[in-house]
């Protein structure tokens, strides 16, 4: 029997986004990182694989900062790129306030 996970997400998900060339590899290998830092903590156990890989996505090309030459990698516009990706929805969470 064989699981899903996260890694295995990233090439159908690199497909779809308008990525240039050059950047590929480095934007794959960062979301890869991503993905093994997410393994390391255990509140993120309960996220589904298609979650990690698209976060770890998201913060590899927003790290990268490759929405300096594409505005559709804007952090709004990928945001919602990746949802219509993967079929899910875009749910705006607003930080915990402490008090």
Same mark, same amino acid.
């Given at each position: 029997?064989?699981? /899903? ?8 998900? $690199?497909? +779809? ?5 050059? *950047?590929?590899?480095? /934007? +794959? *290998? ?10 390391? #903590?255990?509140?993120?156990? $309960?996220?589904?694989?298609? $979650?990690?890989?698209?976060?770890? $996505? ?13 505005? +559709?990698?804007?952090?709004? #516009? ?5 949802? *219509?990706?993967?079929?899910?929805? /875009? /749910?705006?969470?607003?930080? *915990?306030?402490?008090?």
């Amino acid at each position: 029997m064989a699981s /899903v996970i996260p890694n295995d997400f990233i090439e159908h998900i $690199m497909r +779809r986004l308008p990525l240039p060339k050059d *950047k590929q590899a480095m /934007v +794959r *290998k960062h979301s890869l990182t991503f993905i093994a830092l997410c393994a390391t #903590d255990d509140r993120l156990a $309960m996220n589904p694989p298609s $979650m990690i890989a698209t976060g770890s $996505m998201a913060a590899a090309i927003c790290g990268l900062q490759l929405d300096h030459n594409d505005q +559709r990698l804007s952090r709004d #516009d990928l945001m919602d790129l990746l949802a *219509k990706i993967t079929s899910t929805e /875009v /749910v705006s969470v607003a930080p *915990k306030q402490q008090f």
